[in-house]
Every structure is written in C-alpha cells, then in structure tokens.
C-alpha cells in the first residue's frame, strides 16, 4: 500500500480547503471594511466645516493608538523593519493620498455615492500593477468585472459631463472632485499591489497609514488653521463626536482591507470592497435626500454593483473547481509549510 501517496494527497486536499477558507474569509473582510469606509465617508461629510487636516489628525492618531496596542499585546511584530520601511513609507504614503482625495472630494459637494463609484476604478489600475510589476495573469471573469465597472463609471458620470461639453455647467468644483477621487483610486490601487509584494502583517502597514496622517497635519494644521481658526473654535460636540467616529470606523476598515489583501488577489479585495457603494447610496438617499432618479446614472450604478458582488461569487466557485485558472503558489507554500512542521 503506498501510504506515502496518500499522505501527499491528504495533505494537498487539507491545503486546497485551508487555502478556500483563506479566500473565502478574505472577501468577507474586504466587503467589511467597504461597509467601513462608507460610515467613515459618512462622518466626514457630517463634520461639516470642520477642517479636514484636524479629521485627518485624529484618524491618524486612533490608527497609530490601535496599531500600536494590538501589535504589543497580540501579534508583537517589529513596526520598523530595516529590509522594508522604504516600501512601507511609500505604501503608507499612497494610502494617506487616497485619504487625502477622498476626503476632498466629499468636501466640494460630490454625493457619497458618486465619489465611491469613481473610486471603484481601482480594480483597473490594480489589474494593470499586477500584470506589470507581479506578472500575474487575468483570469477572465476579472477582465469581464473590469469592463462592467468601467462602463458603470462612464455611465454613471456621463449627466455631469454631458453638462460640462454642452457648456450648461461650468462648475469646476465637480471636475476637481472627479480628478480628486480617481487620483484616490490610483493611489490606492498603487498601495494596494505594493503591499501584497511587501508580504508585511496588515497592523504594520496600517501603523504606516496612520504615521503618515498624523505627521502631515501637524505640518498643514497652522497653515489651516490660521486660515480657518473661528471654524476650530464653532466646532461643537456633535461634529467632535462624528470627527472620532470617521476615525474609529477607518481603521476598523482598513484593519479589515489590510488583512484581506494577505489572504486575497488584490482585484478581489478592490472589487469586492466597492459594496459601499451600495452603501453610500442608501445614505445620499436618506440622510442627505440627494436627487439620484437619473435612469443613466441609475444604470450606472447597477453595473457596477454587479461587477463587484458578481466577480467575489464567480472567483470563489472558479478557484473551486477550475483551480489551474489561478496561480496557486500559495497552496504549494501550504504544502510545504506542512511539511516543515512535520
């Protein structure tokens, strides 16, 4: 009896179902944390006139308190490794410019929902990383995920461009808001397939998020504030309270996006993410009774919608049952991981 083969059969059908599991709880993380992102782009909005370099302070010093006790009572893993800090300042870096679009976009009128579908670009320039710098392949249902999302955007913008060639608008805020969230998606996209090549535990990289917010607004804060020190002082309890719950809620989402990325093909955490659009859309609707019964753009975001929520479902069951469409490096490390610990 060849007992040795049927150990290495064993153990590879214990490393496909551990691998699936991985997977599987990787897109649960990825659409948690777009929950997150959605309350935190929420909070934001509700603070109203409150400087955005003070609401980008406070998430960055609740990033850095969360990071630093979770890492010393739990994972203990060194915040500054020499090997990798540069990659980690740089995706650090990335990260707090999508922070920092996002956040300007919300401030210059755009609705919740329309900022997040353009954001929902990212999936393209994270496919278009991968394939340049990782050499990873494009299984089809991503490709055909990527065309839905772009037509939703194209359609979901088209009103307000429609507008702009006519020469009925000449609202340049919204322009700068669009060109403001899709440097975000860029942005994030960029840190997205750095971090997947860094292979750090997520409570490091997002340590290196919330550095990077907290040290670029003490550097803007006087400026701002010196502009703008009235609005600091009109600020009440109420904003305060929204000012620490975009805080809380952003790193609850990017705890969960981080941690999804190490389990995750980074298309599949940024498309499966984009279900704050839904989201989004449901507060412009009912807290802020944003007008969105354009059929087009309605169209739009349907689409788009579909790609995320469809492509997830469709990885999952191709990973299943046509595992030689991906690469499955991770499963040989699985193999090998329990071989060593044998």
């Not at 060639?165 to 969230?181: C, R």
């Not at 989201?279 to 609707?285: G, R």
Request: glycine share 8%.
């Amino acid at each position: 009896m060849n007992t040795t083969g049927t150990a290495t059969a064993r153990e590879t059908e214990s490393g496909a179902e551990n691998l699936l599991k991985r997977k599987v709880f990787g897109v649960f993380l990825s659409g948690t944390s777009g929950v997150c992102f959605a309350a935190a782009s929420l909070f934001v909005k509700l603070c109203g006139d409150v400087p955005i370099s003070v609401v980008i302070l406070v998430r960055g010093s609740i990033t850095i308190l969360c990071c630093f006790c979770a890492n010393q009572l739990i994972w203990q893993h060194q915040l500054f490794p020499r090997d990798k800090l540069m990659k980690l300042s740089i995706a650090g870096f990335l990260s707090f410019l999508m922070i920092c679009g996002c956040y300007f976009a919300f401030r210059v009128g755009l609705p919740l929902g329309q900022v997040t579908l353009t954001i929902s670009t990212i999936p393209l320039f994270v496919a278009l990383f991968e394939r340049i710098f990782l050499g990873m392949t494009l299984p089809w249902a991503t490709i055909i995920s990527e065309i839905v999302c772009v037509s939703g955007v194209v359609l979901l913008t088209y009103p307000d461009l429609k507008a702009v060639l006519d020469g009925t608008s000449h609202d340049v805020t919204v322009s700068l808001g669009f060109a403001a969230a899709l440097g975000a998606a860029l942005s994030q996209a960029a840190s997205f397939v750095l971090i997947k090549q860094i292979e750090q535990h997520f409570v490091v990289t997002t340590f290196y998020l919330g550095l990077f917010c907290f040290a670029t607004s003490i550097f803007t804060i006087p400026l701002q504030l010196h502009m703008s020190l009235e609005l600091l002082h009109n600020i009440d309890s109420l904003q305060w309270t929204w000012v620490l719950l975009c805080g809380v809620f952003a790193v609850i989402a990017t705890f969960s996006m981080f941690a999804g990325l190490h389990l995750e093909r980074a298309v599949i955490v940024a498309l499966v993410r984009n279900i704050d659009i839904a989201v989004a859309y449901i507060f412009d609707i009912t807290l802020f009774h944003e007008d969105l019964l354009n059929p087009i753009s309605l169209f739009g975001s349907g689409l788009i919608f579909l790609a995320t929520v469809g492509h997830g479902i469709i990885s999952i069951v191709l990973e299943t049952f046509k595992p030689n469409e991906f690469n499955y490096t991770e499963l040989n490390g699985i193999n090998e991981h329990q071989q060593e610990e044998k």
